[in-house]
């Protein structure tokens, strides 16, 4: 079963402006974590940012927040400011603790276009 | 230091050859992974080694077989490939996972082209 839903395969976002990213994702964890990537035309995945379940606040790593809504189950990565730099695949993953060991599952990704 | 470091960046082979790929961190961390990922596609988890051991296996085919020297070093050796294996092959390492956060290193890939 999917775990992981990015229901986005491609966005444009205008440079300067905010855009957000979906992300819903499926467990009976308690305990789990959720990540998002970011896939340039290199092929490196660049880890952005992290939001434990257990978190009450919404995780922010400098331009990127996480928009986390428990009940939703959902996950969306909301970028402020665009840059043309963003212009990549990104991806969000879920760990959880009931699999009893270190893999991640990846989202299909959304492909991110800004526009200069 | 949170690098990861991947050879070849790119590697084309033979259907007879046997070639390796090679991943290295120095973060301390004790579990790493490989991934595979075609193009426009998310990455498929193939193996994970957790202190040294292989804790998952991914029902990859044996033509694919992992290797842990040491805490800082995975190898993947290939054998026998076929031309649908060409893809991108992604290292990753991380902290072991006790129910927190811990995210994973990725390393920049091997393109690996199967003729």
């Known amino acids: 079963a999917q775990k992981i839903t990015q229901t986005q395969p491609g966005m444009f976002v205008q440079e300067k402006e905010a855009v957000t990213l979906d992300c819903t994702y499926d467990?009976?964890?308690?305990?789990?974590?959720l990540f998002w990537y970011k896939q340039p035309s290199s092929g490196e995945m660049i880890f952005l940012i992290y939001?434990?379940?257990?978190?009450?606040q919404n995780a922010t790593e400098g331009r990127y927040s996480l928009n986390f809504q428990k009940a939703r189950k959902s996950a969306n990565l909301v970028i402020s400011a665009s840059q043309l730099g963003d212009s990549a695949m990104y991806f969000c993953a879920m760990r959880e603790a009931q699999s009893n060991n270190n893999d991640m599952r990846f989202g299909a990704g959304t492909r991110l276009t800004v526009k200069p | 230091d949170t690098e990861v470091t991947q050879t070849p960046k790119h590697l084309v082979m033979g259907m007879t050859n046997k070639k390796s790929l090679k991943c290295e961190q120095h973060m301390g961390h004790r579990a790493m992974y490989w991934y595979k990922q075609k193009a426009k596609k998310p990455p498929e988890l193939m193996f994970v080694?957790?202190?040294?051991?292989?804790?998952i296996n991914e029902s990859v085919p044996s033509r694919f077989s992992p290797e842990c020297p040491n805490s800082s070093l995975l190898n993947l050796h290939l054998h026998a490939l076929q031309p649908e294996d060409s893809a991108l092959y992604l290292c990753?390492?991380?902290?072991?996972?006790?129910?927190?956060?811990?995210?994973?290193?990725f390393g920049p890939g091997t393109r690996l082209t199967v003729t």
């Open positions: 080694y957790s202190y040294e051991k292989l804790s």
């Open positions: 939001q434990g379940s257990y978190d009450e």
């Open positions: 467990t009976s964890d308690q305990s789990y974590g």
């Open positions: 990753a390492s991380s902290q072991e996972w006790a129910g927190g956060s811990y995210e994973q290193y």
